[in-house]
């Protein structure tokens, strides 16, 4: 891996879309990326992740090719800026991916789909020996919250991205980290089982992440608003960094990193997380 994640590592959304559900995370022009770059860069970002196409319940794809120029930009202009910088693609197309790691320089593909939106996308990333972080979706965007529904969703999410890792080492893709989709086709109910139940997650052997970030479930809870949902989002942080996760994806860095601090001081030697299974 580029990242070291034997402790609590900060991924920053940066969207470069109009319609991303959280209005503060969307950066349109060069300035504005740079600016947003650098910021969460000093913050303590471990990761910058570039999106360019929305993927909030509902949203309205837009082609390949306006994608492709979005991220590919961005990716020029901040590598340029911030050469040791690392990158993912937040992305479910290959062939964005694969301009973005050729073309672009980007480090980590960022797939919300795992593989299910694009059959070529496990065999890209064999091919370019990548990262890959592995999202579980029930669903498309357009469809996912009409009516998500499972029997047990730990072990129906856990099944699902286990199966497609071991696809992915067959293959001999070395490094892979789980996602197990909050928000993703999932209710406000199944998010906090999800969570409650976060460790039984690392049976899978693979680091986790954890993209909690102003979603519905804090705001839908707590009856306010995504801009409002700054603190719901520290507090859940902190429960998903004891529950086992590696890497938290956020539009807030700098107190992420808060979080993370206060975490390693409460926990410096690490959990032993089959305590909270």
Not at 45 to 66: W, Y
Not at 254 to 264: I, M
Request: proline share 4%; glycine share 8%; hydrophobic share 45%.
């Amino acid at each position: 891996m580029l990242l070291d994640l034997a402790k609590p590592g900060i991924m920053g959304i940066i969207n470069l879309t109009e319609d991303s559900f959280y209005s503060s995370s969307r950066y349109n022009s060069a300035s504005e990326i740079l600016a947003a770059a650098e910021k969460m860069l000093s913050d303590g970002a471990d990761i910058l992740d570039l999106g360019g196409c929305s993927t909030r319940p509902g949203a309205v794809a837009v082609t390949a090719e306006v994608e492709k120029k979005r991220v590919c930009d961005a990716l020029l202009l901040i590598r340029k800026a911030f050469p040791d910088a690392i990158i993912s693609v937040d992305t479910y197309r290959a062939a964005v991916a694969e301009a973005a790691v050729s073309s672009g320089g980007a480090d980590i593909i960022n797939d919300i789909s795992g593989g299910e939106m694009d059959r070529d996308m496990f065999a890209l990333v064999a091919r370019l020996n990548v990262p890959y972080i592995m999202m579980h979706m029930q669903g498309t965007p357009q469809t996912m919250q009409l009516n998500p529904t499972y029997g047990d969703v730990v072990a129906e999410v856990l099944l699902w991205l286990s199966e497609r890792a071991a696809r992915l080492r067959q293959a001999g893709v070395k490094d892979i980290i789980l996602d197990p989709g909050f928000g993703f086709g999932k209710t406000t109910e199944h998010n906090f089982e999800m969570l409650r139940r976060f460790s039984e997650f690392r049976v899978a052997g693979l680091p986790l992440l954890a993209g909690l970030s102003r979603k519905s479930m804090i705001w839908k809870t707590l009856d306010i608003t995504p801009d409002e949902a700054l603190t719901g989002t520290a507090a859940l942080n902190m429960t998903a960094l004891m529950k086992g996760a590696s890497i938290l994806r956020v539009h807030d860095v700098r107190e992420a990193r808060q979080v993370v601090t206060l975490f390693e001081k409460i926990y410096p030697e690490g959990i032993l997380f089959d305590q909270y299974s």
